[in-house]
């Protein structure tokens, strides 16, 4: 591995999904100036196109790929579109998500099911789609955005909940089958971070309750930080695995 950190990820290939936005943007921009190509997967083409055109004006590699993860065949696409362009996929960081937080009394059940199917299930799907690469190459690295959420449970979360701790039961069952085949895991379970992520919270309620709490309250982490985390486990030697980081903001509680 080279000493120069700007080149410790040259030729290796990164697959980054939530990338128009918040830690998926985050996490492109720093792997790519490590010398990563990043493929960036999310469904706001514009915003994918202007982050790629920025890595690269960087002296980075990026490849916008319009993907929702909660479609099939758009998942099979990102695969096979990664292996076109670059002929093999080292990273993957599983990143879209959503969180519509709701009583369950007041519950829309679409935004259960959306939860369900963006937060886990495409998760899970893509993983699928990308781990017979990895088998076959001997290595890689998949790095699975969880939250505090997924440790947890609370009052108006119970969708959001049962969708990371979802997330966190299935990279750890994986991690037991991928042990002795090279392929790495980590969950990255970050705290409150400044994102658009609460903006999409359905229940004004809450959502007021939220601002006016818990963000007040605290110096919530920048994207920046979960970046730099993810940065971190898959720099690491091969033969290190971290396998989770809880990463909240000082003044956090729970």
Do not use: C
Request: hydrophobic share 40%; aromatic share 2%; no cysteine.
């Amino acid at each position: 591995m080279s000493t120069d950190p700007s080149s410790d990820l040259d030729e290796q290939v990164a697959i980054v999904t939530g990338a128009s936005s918040g830690i998926g943007e985050a996490t492109a921009e720093a792997l790519a100036s490590r010398g990563a190509s990043v493929v960036l997967a999310a469904r706001r083409e514009n915003e994918l196109d202007a982050l790629a055109d920025n890595i690269e004006a960087d002296g980075g590699t990026a490849l916008s790929v319009p993907t929702d993860v909660t479609a099939e065949d758009d998942i099979d696409a990102l695969v096979e579109s990664t292996l076109d362009a670059f002929g093999s996929i080292d990273i993957l960081v599983n990143n879209a998500g959503v969180m519509l937080l709701e009583p369950v009394e007041r519950a829309d059940r679409e935004n259960f099911r959306q939860m369900v199917e963006v937060n886990l299930l495409g998760l899970m799907n893509l993983t699928h789609a990308a781990l017979p690469v990895m088998q076959e190459q001997g290595a890689g690295h998949i790095v699975n955005i969880s939250s505090t959420a997924g440790r947890n449970a609370n009052a108006n979360s119970s969708g959001y909940n049962a969708t990371k701790f979802g997330v966190n039961a299935f990279t750890e069952a994986l991690r037991q089958e991928v042990t002795t085949e090279g392929v790495r895991t980590t969950i990255i379970e970050p705290g409150a971070v400044d994102t658009e992520l609460p903006d999409h919270i359905p229940d004004d309620e809450i959502k007021e309750q939220l601002e006016a709490g818990l963000l007040d309250s605290m110096t919530p982490l920048q994207s920046e930080d979960i970046a730099r985390a993810i940065t971190y486990a898959v720099t690491q030697p091969q033969h290190v695995s971290v396998n989770e980081m809880l990463v909240r903001p000082t003044d956090q509680q729970r």
